[in-house]
């Protein structure tokens, strides 16, 4: 059942809470052994939350508009007295002692809190591989990876033991997992969703949204969580549109397709797929138009620029795990022998390969030619988005180069994990909205039979509008295929 459904029900009286977070628990011990989404689920906890809506209702309040919805949330983002791991060893046994502006959110509107999901360790990878606990698997099937690094979330989601999860996005983690366990993502414009109690990696670049089972319930969530927050000064002020207000029609839209987004390193089977689906838009009234090659001619420097950005920031944000305050420590030797053994011993490789490369990216002597340069061209493809948002309202493509890999099919090569990211990276350096929905499985190739996502981008704060396509896209193409996993038990 949807989320909208659920709290629809709930709110009429027509569902009890305690039931729905009771068929939740049922999937969950059914499939998180397939697919290991979860890295923490406290069940206790889980009914409670659900009882005290349950209450709510029977007191005849209104408990919102997430009533009685269990909602998973990835282990980077805080809920007061839960694991806060980030994937990593490091802040393993760590619990927080408060909540994110985003879980307070959900708990106003009557959510029920489902366990902490599995994610690449500080949200750095594209297959959670890189989990410091183990790997997720995809729904679809389990010898794959689900996408990364909110991996856990989109397989939760994916395998249909929730409805609803949340992820964070950094530079695709949101929409590249969505996109390979066939659900929808969405990567909010940034600054509309508060990031305080979410862990950070890259604070100009991160943002939370939601992963879901259809459109309609990531717009749903969406507007629950968004708005401004005086704790995180990033969040924009004043009153923002609805996620429901504009209309789902793409009748006269203008859908911009840059030749850019169809590099040739895409799978072909891939482009099938988005063809296919940006066929369907414009017989549905959209205006769709191929732009041509150079409108985005930056966009494929966007890989070098964002691990450039995404790692300077992430290794002073990451400077504050040395064992003193969170976490594990080894505390033999002196203080810099505690900080240098617990760090060693307890980031992971890739971690550490981040906090390296953002060093010397900062360095004096290297900054300008690195981190300084890597902002220019930023700024480059920013710019270029801006000027094609004046012809087109969303800009269309596919969400991710590849479908689901097979587990250690690139662990060994850092650099094809980063090409993952090669089409979601540009819209997280311009903080531009963007959503993967799911078109179809790809029909031959390495990933037949696997899911296949549409990216539709949009202009900044246009987020709505975004939301309001996928919706209108998710109505043309009809109930999309579930894996076997899902269907076996519904
Ligand atoms: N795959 C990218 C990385 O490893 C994106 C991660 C993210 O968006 N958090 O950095």
């Known amino acids: 059942m949807s989320a909208a459904d659920i709290a629809s029900r709930v709110r009429a009286g027509e569902l009890d809470p305690i039931v729905v977070t009771e068929k939740a628990l049922a999937r969950f011990e059914e499939r998180n052994p397939v697919v290991h989404a979860y890295l923490d689920l406290d069940r206790e906890d889980a009914l409670q939350r659900a009882a005290a809506v349950s209450e709510r209702v029977s007191r005849g309040e209104d408990p919102g508009q997430l009533a009685g919805v269990p909602i998973s949330l990835k282990d980077n983002i805080a809920v007061a007295g839960a694991t806060l791991t980030a994937g990593s060893r490091i802040l ?32 750095m990878g594209a297959s959670t591989e890189n989990s410091g606990f183990a790997p997720s698997r995809n729904p679809w099937d389990r010898k794959r990876v689900p996408g990364g690094s909110s991996g856990g979330s989109a397989a939760a989601v994916g395998a249909g033991i929730v409805p609803v999860a949340l992820g964070s996005e950094t530079g695709g983690s949101i929409r590249q997992p969505a996109a390979l366990c066939g659900v929808t993502g969405f990567k909010p414009t940034y600054g509309s969703v508060s990031r305080r109690g979410l862990v950070a990696f890259g604070s100009s670049l991160d943002q939370i949204g939601p992963l879901a089972a259809t459109a309609e319930d990531a717009a749903l969530v969406f507007d629950v969580i968004t708005g401004h927050d005086p704790g995180d000064a990033t969040t924009t002020t004043g009153k923002r549109p609805s996620a429901f207000l504009a209309p789902t029609s793409v009748e006269g839209l203008r859908i911009g397709i840059p030749e850019e987004f169809l590099d040739p390193s895409v799978d072909p089977h891939i482009l099938a797929q988005v063809d296919q689906a940006t066929d369907l838009l414009s017989e549905a009234g959209a205006i769709t138009k191929v732009v041509p090659a150079g409108g985005l001619a930056h966009a494929n420097l966007s890989i070098p620029v964002y691990y450039l950005v995404s790692s300077s920031e992430a290794c002073s944000n990451l400077a504050r795990f040395d064992g003193m305050r969170y976490g594990p420590r080894h505390d033999d030797g002196d203080l810099l022998d505690a900080y240098l053994a617990t760090r060693a011993g307890h980031f992971g490789a890739e971690v550490q390969r981040r906090i390296l490369l953002g060093t010397f990216a900062l360095s004096a002597g290297y900054y300008d030619a690195w981190y300084k340069k890597a902002l220019q061209v930023r700024r480059l493809v920013s710019d270029e988005f801006t000027t094609l948002f004046k012809e087109y309202d969303l800009l269309a493509g596919p969400t991710s180069p590849v479908g689901a890999f097979k587990l250690g099919e690139r662990t060994d090569d850092p650099y094809a994990m980063y090409l993952c990211d090669l089409l979601t990276a540009p819209a997280c350096l311009g903080g531009f909205p963007s959503v993967s929905v799911p078109c179809g499985l790809a029909r031959k190739g390495p990933y037949k039979g696997l899911p296949v996502g549409l990216q539709l981008v949009g202009r900044p704060g246009e987020d709505h509008v975004v939301l309001a396509a996928a919706r209108a896209f998710e109505a043309i193409r009809g109930e999309p295929e579930r894996p076997v996993v899902y269907s076996a038990a519904e």
Do not use: M
């Not at 393993?92 to 879980?103: E, I, K, L």
């Not at 509107?109 to 690449?120: I, K, Q, S, Y």
């Open 92 to 123: 393993q046994g760590y619990r927080s002692p408060y909540d994110a502006h985003v879980t307070e959110r959900l708990v106003a509107e009557g959510a029920v809190l489902f366990g902490r999901t599995n994610l690449d360790e500080f949200a």
